[in-house]
């Protein structure tokens, strides 16, 4: 069984900025919160969870024809935020203030495939990339609204089904494959 989700990853470029907010609110916020590695910090699109190696091919070459008509797309990354809220924060995140509409189509377009193929059906999407998650609330923590949160903007042009690998050190994450969008017609 391989431990599955598909996800958009970022250029070094956002993951540093995105470290680099890490490492502010690190020093800045008094609650105990494990931190996303930044190199494998990614947007999930869907979970999958524990799925038969055999299944995989087909999940594949089925998420692959449908985003056929899935052309390349841009994404801006900023802002940060918490879920729930601030006040009682679970994760720490940072938001799309563009091409969330983009993402929302695509993780439909792979929610069919998925629940055709049996999965269960997932929460709500809301598209952000999570930073870290709260293990214990330490006081009050507000985020600084003077941590820089404009991240960058992307063309989104893959997505990548990753295997996740639990480890005493945190997951790790290794591309198990890239499905590229559309070219766009010319």
């Given at each position: 069984?391989w431990?599955?989700?598909?996800a958009?990853?970022?250029?070094?470029?956002?993951?540093?900025?995105l470290?680099?907010?890490?490492?502010?609110?690190?020093?800045?916020?008094?609650?105990?919160?494990?931190?996303?590695?930044?190199?494998?910090?990614?947007?999930?699109?869907?979970?999958?969870?524990?799925?038969?190696?055999?299944?995989?091919?087909?999940?594949v070459?089925?998420?692959?024809?449908?985003?056929?008509?899935?052309?390349?797309?841009?994404?801006?990354?900023?802002?940060?935020?918490a879920?729930?809220?601030?006040?009682?924060?679970?994760?720490?995140?940072?938001?799309?203030?563009?091409?969330?509409?983009?993402?929302?189509?695509?993780?439909?377009?792979?929610?069919?495939?998925?629940?055709?193929?049996g999965?269960?059906?997932e929460?709500?999407?809301?598209?952000?990339?999570?930073?870290?998650?709260?293990?214990?609330l330490?006081?009050?923590?507000?985020i600084?609204?003077?941590?820089?949160?404009?991240?960058?903007?992307?063309?989104?042009?893959?997505?990548?089904?990753h295997?996740?690998?639990?480890?005493?050190?945190?997951?790790?994450y290794?591309?198990?494959?890239?499905?590229?969008?559309?070219?766009p017609?010319?």
């Amino acid at each position: 069984m391989w431990r599955l989700f598909f996800a958009i990853d970022f250029p070094p470029r956002i993951r540093e900025r995105l470290a680099q907010a890490q490492e502010d609110l690190r020093r800045r916020l008094p609650h105990k919160i494990r931190w996303v590695n930044p190199a494998q910090i990614h947007l999930t699109l869907r979970f999958l969870g524990e799925t038969p190696e055999h299944r995989v091919e087909g999940l594949v070459s089925a998420t692959t024809e449908a985003l056929v008509d899935v052309v390349p797309f841009d994404v801006e990354v900023s802002d940060l935020g918490a879920f729930p809220d601030f006040r009682r924060p679970r994760v720490l995140w940072a938001g799309i203030s563009e091409g969330a509409a983009a993402l929302s189509r695509v993780h439909d377009r792979i929610e069919g495939v998925v629940r055709a193929a049996g999965w269960p059906p997932e929460k709500p999407f809301s598209p952000h990339v999570t930073l870290g998650r709260v293990k214990r609330l330490q006081g009050r923590g507000e985020i600084p609204s003077d941590i820089p949160s404009d991240f960058g903007r992307c063309r989104i042009t893959e997505l990548v089904l990753h295997r996740s690998t639990l480890t005493p050190t945190g997951p790790e994450y290794t591309p198990v494959a890239r499905i590229p969008l559309a070219s766009p017609s010319p």
